[in-house]
C-alpha cells in the first residue's frame, strides 16, 4: 500500500526549520516599519501638529481661567468686612479678638472647597504681628486653609515680595510648613490691603495646591505617552503630568527660545492674549502657548514615535500590509503546524496518559528522520523497556521479600530452641525433680506459637501467650526471682503482629536489664491503641545506663556487623518488611532509670473467614 507523500521540510533538522520560519515570519516586518515611517515623516506636521495647536489653545484658556477664579476670589475674600477687621490692635479685647480670627478662619475655609468634584485651592491670610496680638492663634500652620500670624523671627521669605507687588497677585512656587512637614506647592500670592483707608497692608492672602489645580486641567489632556507642562517665562515648571518635575527648568530646543521663534507659518494669536508655536525634531513635537501678558507657557512635548500610532491613513495602510501578512503569516504556519506540532502533540498525549506497565501503542510516524521523528522512537521504546524493567523489578521484589521472610523467621527459631533446652537440661541435672516437666510444657507452648502453622502473623493474644511462656521458663530456669507486670487492654488482643517479636525484647530486659537485681528487678509490658497505631513497650528498671545511639546504629544503619543485636535487628526489619519504614522498633531511656523498647505498628485483623 502507497504511503502518504514525504513532507520536505521533515530533511531539515529541528533547528534549520525554526530559522526558516523565523525568516519568513520576521521580512515582512521590516518592510512595514520602513513603509510607515516614510508615510509618518509626510502625514504628521499636516494633520497631528494643527489639531495639538487647537487643542492646547483651549487648554491654556482653561488654565488662566481657572487662575482668574482664584484671583476674583482672593479680592472677594480681601474686599470682605470679615476679613478687614482682622487688624491686630491693643484697643481690641480678648474676646474680640478670638471672634475677629474665628471668623475669618470660616471665611477662608468656606472658599477652600472643591467644586463639582475637582481638586481643592486652600487659601490661607498671613498677618503680620509683632506685638502678639493674636498669641493665642497657632504660629505654625497646622491646616490647609487658616489664618496665621507671625512675627520678624518667623517671617515668610515670600512676605515682603507680595507686599512689594502691591497688590498684584502673582503664582510662584513656594514652601510652606504644614505641622512638622515643609512642603512645596504652587502658590497664588496676593497682599491684602487696607481697604477702609487704602493705605498700608493688612498681610498676604495665600492659595495653595495651585499646581493640583493646574495638574487637573492637564489631565483633561491625553497625550500619547507625552508631557505637559506648564512654566513661567523662566521656563522653570510650575505644575506638570509629572508631578516629581514642579521646580525644575524644562530645556526647550532653541526654536523655541526667545528671538528664534519659527516664520509665522505655525503663529496665531488668540484674543490678543495668546500665541502658539511648534517645533519637531527629530525626537520631539513641541506645541507651546504662551501667554503675553504674564509670560506663563504651556508646553506640549510629544514624542514622535507615538503619533506615527495615531495617523489614520498610515493605519489603513498598515491594516493592508497586516491583513496581507496575516494571510502569508497563517499559510505558513498551518504548514509548520502539520509538520512539526501535530507530531509533537500526539506526542505529548501519549506521554501525558502513559502509565507505567501499560501497554504501550505502535511508534507513529516511522518514516521520519529528523529530530521529531528519532525523539518519537525513542521515547516509545524507552516506555516499553520501562514496562520491562518493572516487570522484572517487581516480580524479583516479590521474590526477595519471600525468601528474606523466610530466612529471618528460620534464623531465630533455633536459637530460641537452642536456649530453652539448655535451660531444661540445666533445671533438670541440678534439681532433680519433676518442675522439668512444667518448663517442658511451657517449652510446649512455645514451640505450638513459634511454628503457627505458617503463618508470620498473628494475634497479638497469641504473641502474648508465647511471651508469657518464655517468661515463666526464664523464672524457673534462674535462682532468683523478677517481677513481670502485664498491662495489655482487650483493644489490642485482636490485632496482627509478627511472631515472636516480644521474647527477644523481654530477653534481653532479663540479661541486660534486672538479672542482677534480684527481686528488685521489674519487667513492664504494655500496649496502647492510638488511632491506628499501637505502641508496644517492654521497660525494665535496670541500673545500667544503655547506650541509645549504639541501639539505634545497630537498627538502621547497613554497615553494621549483624552478630551484633542479632535479634532486636531481626525484629525491626520485620516490622519493616510487613508494614513499611515508618514503623518498627527503637529504644529510648526511661524517666527513672532503665531502658524502653518501643514497637509501634499499624493496627491490623485477620479477616473474618466467611
Known amino acids: 500500500m502507497r504511503g502518504y507523500p514525504l513532507n520536505p521540510l521533515t530533511k531539515l533538522n529541528m533547528k534549520q526549520q525554526l530559522v526558516l520560519l523565523f525568516i519568513l515570519m520576521v521580512s515582512p516586518v521590516f518592510l512595514l516599519h520602513w513603509y510607515g515611517n516614510y508615510q509618518a515623516e509626510k502625514l504628521l506636521k499636516n494633520h497631528v501638529t494643527n489639531a495639538y495647536v487647537e487643542l492646547i489653545k483651549q487648554n491654556h484658556t482653561l488654565i488662566s481661567r481657572d487662575i482668574d477664579t482664584v484671583s476674583k476670589i482672593t479680592a472677594t475674600i480681601i474686599q470682605n468686612p470679615i476679613t478687614q477687621k482682622l487688624i491686630p490692635s491693643e484697643q481690641d479685647t480678648v474676646m474680640e479678638r478670638v471672634k475677629k480670627y474665628d471668623d475669618v478662619a470660616k471665611l477662608l475655609t468656606s472658599y477652600s472647597i472643591s467644586l463639582n ?5 486652600y487659601y490661607s491670610l498671613y498677618i503680620y504681628d509683632p506685638n502678639n ?3 493665642f492663634a497657632p504660629k505654625r500652620q497646622i491646616q490647609q486653609a487658616g489664618v ?3 512675627s520678624d523671627n518667623d517671617k515668610p521669605v515670600w512676605f515682603d515680595d507680595a507686599i512689594n507687588k502691591r497688590g498684584n497677585g502673582y503664582i510662584d512656587i513656594i514652601k510652606y510648613t504644614l505641622g512638622l512637614n515643609q512642603i512645596d506647592t504652587l502658590a497664588y500670592i496676593r497682599a491684602v490691603g487696607k481697604v477702609k483707608d487704602g493705605n498700608g497692608f493688612l498681610g498676604v492672602l495665600v492659595a495653595n495646591k495651585m499646581d493640583m489645580k493646574i495638574a487637573e486641567s492637564l489631565r483633561s489632556v491625553s497625550l500619547p505617552e507625552g508631557v505637559i507642562s506648564y512654566v513661567d517665562s523662566s521656563n522653570r515648571i510650575l505644575s506638570s503630568t509629572i508631578p516629581v518635575r514642579n521646580g525644575d527648568t524644562l530645556e526647550l530646543p532653541s526654536e523655541l527660545q526667545e528671538g ?5 507659518y505655525n503663529y496665531s494669536m488668540l ?4 500665541r502658539t508655536t511648534d517645533v519637531m525634531t527629530s525626537d520631539f513635537i513641541y506645541i507651546m502657548s504662551q501667554n503675553e501678558s504674564v509670560g506663563h507657557k504651556l508646553i506640549y512635548q510629544i514624542p514622535v514615535q507615538s503619533l506615527l500610532k495615531q495617523q489614520n491613513e498610515l493605519k489603513r495602510i498598515i491594516q493592508l500590509i497586516t491583513v496581507a501578512y496575516i494571510v502569508l503569516g497563517c499559510i505558513v504556519l498551518v504548514y509548520f503546524w502539520s509538520s512539526l506540532m501535530t507530531p509533537l502533540q500526539r506526542l505529548a498525549r501519549f506521554v501525558r496518559s502513559y502509565e507505567p506497565g501499560k501497554l504501550v501503542p505502535e511508534t ?8 521529531v521523528g528519532v525523539l518519537m522512537s525513542a521515547l516509545y521504546d524507552m516506555a516499553r523497556r520501562i514496562n520491562s524493567l518493572i516487570h522484572y523489578k517487581y516480580h524479583m521484589d516479590l521474590k526477595a521479600k519471600e525468601s528474606q521472610l523466610r530466612l529471618l523467621h528460620q534464623q531465630i527459631n533455633p536459637h530460641l530452641l537452642y536456649n530453652t533446652l539448655e535451660s531444661i537440661y540445666w533445671k533438670s541435672t541440678l534439681e532433680g525433680n519433676s518442675e522439668s516437666s512444667e518448663m517442658i510444657k511451657e517449652l510446649s507452648k512455645l514451640m505450638k506459637i513459634g511454628l503457627s502453622q505458617g503463618r508470620e502473623l498473628i494475634r497479638f493474644e497469641e504473641e502474648l501467650e508465647h511471651a508469657s511462656a518464655y517468661v515463666n521458663l526464664q523464672l ?3 535462682s532468683y526471682k523478677f517481677n513481670v507486670i502485664w498491662d495489655i487492654p482487650d483493644t489490642v488482643k485482636l490485632i496482627r503482629i509478627p511472631k515472636i517479636s516480644l521474647q527477644p525484647l523481654i530477653e534481653n530486659a532479663i540479661i541486660h536489664g534486672v538479672k542482677q537485681m534480684g527481686e528488685d528487678g521489674e519487667i513492664q509490658i504494655s500496649a496502647a491503641l492510638e488511632g491506628e497505631r499501637v505502641t508496644i513497650k517492654v521497660e525494665d528498671n535496670g541500673y545500667k545506663q544503655v547506650n541509645i545511639a549504639a541501639m539505634d546504629h545497630i537498627l538502621n544503619d547497613e554497615n553494621v556487623d549483624h552478630k551484633l543485636g542479632y535479634g532486636i535487628r531481626n525484629i525491626h526489619q520485620r516490622f519493616q518488611l510487613h508494614f513499611g ?8 531511656r526511661r524517666e527513672k532509670d532503665g531502658t524502653t523498647a518501643l514497637l509501634v505498628l499499624p493496627a491490623t485483623y485477620e479477616e473474618p473467614i466467611v
Open 476 to 478: 524457673k530456669r534462674y
Open 271 to 274: 484674543d490678543n492674549r495668546y
Open 364 to 371: 507513529p510516524v516511522k518514516r521520519r528522520h529528523d529530530e
Open 148 to 150: 496665621y500670624f507671625f
Open 117 to 121: 468634584g475637582g481638586e481643592a485651592v
Open 133 to 135: 496680638y493674636y498669641y
Open 260 to 264: 528664534n521663534r519659527p516664520a509665522p
Open 581 to 588: 519504614n515508618k514503623f518498627g522498633l527503637s529504644y529510648h
